[in-house]
T-cell receptor
Framework: QKEVEQNSGPLSVPEGAIASLNCTYS??????FFWYRQYSGKSPELIMS????GDKEDGRFTAQLNKASQYVSLLIRDSQPSDSATYLC?????????????FGSGTRLLVRP | GAVVSQHPSWVICKSGTSVKIECRSL??????MFWYRQFPKQSLMLMAT?????????EQGVEKDKFLINHASLTLSTLTVTSAHPEDSSFYIC????????????????FGPGTRLTVL
């Protein structure tokens, strides 16, 4: 059973702080990793994708991947109240012909003004 | 780019009726679309994978005769909830990805805005 684990939270950080969201996965064959943001009552929105070990930065967001440890994280710098949402980690093995993503249950982030 | 639309955004129907939800990829050809269901404060639950021109693959526990999926073109998939009951009330979300030569572009999935179904 392929699994993706996330702490459900809520993770509460003050405005302006760095929020660190973590995710572990069980399938060593996973090759694509994604972070989605989901506001309450809305559908998920893709915010970051990462495919190679190391860091990938996009604005205030940095995704970090460590395949040896089967660990992927998302850092949000200068957190804003508008970042308050549930963050979903998703992984995929591109050799899986179904193209399915395996989602974690999400971490709820609260950014306090 | 990579915009996915859904219609309707919300629907209220009587128990026993059928409801059709459309999912369209607006600016790319979606060879594979996915249908999810999400109950309040719960995780996304994959219902089925839909490939253009072929039968959908349903996840374990999802009734294929109740949730009819059609993916007749590279830009349109439909989900029909047949004989809907109050327990089918949920947030239904589609997503789409594209493939080329048998491999996708890293399997990024782009989600539609969702359809909120309420069955009275």
């Amino acid at each position: 059973q392929k699994e993706v684990e996330q702490n459900s939270g809520p993770l509460s950080v003050p405005e302006g702080a760095i929020a660190s969201l973590n995710c572990t996965y069980s399938d060593r064959g996973s090759q694509s990793f994604f972070w989605y943001r989901q506001y309450s009552g809305k559908s998920p929105e893709l915010i970051m994708s990462i495919y190679s070990n190391g860091d990938k930065e996009d604005g205030r967001f940095t995704a970090q991947l460590n395949k040896a440890s089967q660990y992927v994280s998302l850092l949000i710098r200068d957190s804003q109240p508008s970042d308050s949402a549930t963050y979903l980690c998703a992984v995929n093995n591109i050799m899986d012909s179904s193209y399915k993503l395996i989602f974690g249950s999400g971490t709820r982030l609260l950014v306090r003004p | 780019g990579a915009v996915v639309s859904q219609h309707p955004s919300w629907v209220i129907c009587k128990s026993g009726t059928s409801v059709k939800i459309e999912c369209r990829s607006l600016d790319f050809q979606a060879t594979t679309m996915f249908w999810y269901r999400q109950f309040p404060k719960q995780s996304l639950m994959l219902m089925a994978t839909s490939n253009e021109g072929s039968k959908a693959t349903y996840e374990q526990g999802v009734e294929k005769d109740k949730f009819l999926i059609n993916h007749a073109s590279l830009t349109l998939s439909t989900l029909t909830v047949t004989s809907a009951h109050p327990e089918d009330s949920s947030f239904y979300i589609c997503s789409a990805t594209w493939t080329s030569g048998g491999f996708s572009s890293y399997n990024e999935q782009f989600f539609g805005p969702g359809t909120r179904l309420t069955v009275l």
